[in-house]
């Protein structure tokens, strides 16, 4: 079975503060995808990173980055000097390969407020 | 423009109706996906199809059908049998192998 826990329901920083949103998988499958999600108040889920089970690098773009270790199955996604508009709930996602039969499974997310 | 319609934006059923979401794709892609969002949770997965005329359920089926006749069109249906269908519907789709998936804007569901 594949699952993801975002143990972090919400977090509220003041502007230009690092904050770090966890992440934590599991699958049976060794290839896997990981994702990270941004939804704004519109609705619409934004794709912000992929990242396959076989890279472990880090990804850093702008003040975003990401950072998978599949000794912890996590992959957490920090925002450097936070911003307002970095507000939204963000979401971690998995999709395994086989016996996750390409299944696509969200986080609870994690609602992010940014205050000025 | 390519990209993912749902339609409508805001759709009220009456208890006892079935009623059908719209999704198209124009973006040619192989896969798709609807997810269920109740207020401040997650993502659940209602079914999914990978290839046209095939689709899988996913973790919350129950209540609801879907068909995937076009490889651009993947509608849902929430019938009756759908005990507490107001939530917000999303559609996704991607178009294979190692990629993401994109996100329509979304439609929300209201029973009255």
């Known amino acids: 079975a594949q699952k993801v826990t975002q143990a972090q329901t919400e977090i509220s920083v003041v502007e230009k503060e690092d904050v770090t949103l966890d992440c934590v998988y599991e699958t049976r499958d060794t290839t896997y995808y990981l994702f990270w999600y941004k939804q704004p108040p519109s609705g619409e889920l934004v794709f912000l990173i992929r990242?396959?089970?076989?890279?472990?690098q880090n990804e850093i773009s702008g003040r975003y980055s990401w950072n998978f270790q599949k000794s912890t199955s996590s992959f957490n996604f920090t925002i450097t000097a936070s911003q307002v508009v970095d507000s939204a709930v963000y979401f971690c996602a998995l999709r395994g390969i086989i016996q996750g039969a390409q299944k696509l499974v969200f986080g609870q997310g994690t609602r992010l407020t940014i205050n000025p | 423009d390519g990209g993912i319609t749902q339609s409508p934006k805001y759709l009220f059923r009456k208890e006892g109706q079935n009623v059908t979401l719209s999704c198209e794709q124009n973006l040619n892609h192989d896969a798709m996906y609807w997810y269920r969002q109740d207020p401040g949770q997650g993502l659940r997965l209602i079914y999914y199809s990978q290839i046209v005329n095939d689709f899988q359920k996913g973790d919350i089926a129950e209540g609801y059908s879907v068909s995937r006749e076009k490889k651009e069109s993947f509608p849902l249906t929430v019938t009756s049998a759908q005990k507490n269908p107001t939530a917000f519907y999303l559609c996704?789709?991607?178009?294979?192998?190692?990629?993401?998936?994109?996100f329509g804007q979304g439609t929300r569901l209201t029973v009255v």
């Open positions: 996704a789709s991607r178009v294979g192998g190692a990629t993401e998936a994109f």
């Open positions: 990242r396959n089970s076989f890279d472990e």
